[in-house]
């Protein structure tokens, strides 16, 4: 019995240094940062702000040609990645870095990598439908456009 009461305490010793060791790294990181972020937390930031415009854009047209699947999908995407920019600044240095700041923060990423990616992966699969519903779109129109202007020479897929 005694033997697996010392397992226990060597596995929690050894969770508590891993633990350790990635909120000292992280911590370091965030103070180094000039811009108070950790870096995978700023490729997630910029293709998530990017995602934002495409969106934006998708949106535009989908209210434009009626399109209200599409212009659902874009609130719920808009929703979400508004979400993950909030949870990210969130774990962001802001003002004066100093190492108990960058330390609390990346007590506070550590504690919300999860939450990060499971809003990443909703973001993923919302970039995924709204990909799959602009090809099906475009692939119905151009199947329109064939039968309408069957001599078409632009059309995509016409028989020359």
Known sequence: METLAIIGIVGNIVQFVDFSGKLISKSTELYRS???ALAENIDTETITNHLVL???????AA????DSTLESLCKSCATTADALLAALD????KG???KWKSMRKA???VWSKEELAELGQRLAKFREELNLHVVV????TNAITSIVYPNNIYAIGSKS
């Open 137 to 140: 779109n475009l692939r119905y």
């Open 34 to 36: 000039s811009e108070g």
């Open 54 to 60: 495409l969106n934006n854009k998708l949106k535009g």
């Open 96 to 98: 004066k870095q100093d």
């Open 90 to 93: 969130n774990v962001r240095v």
């Open 107 to 109: 007590l506070r990423s």
């Open 63 to 66: 209210t434009a040609t009626g």
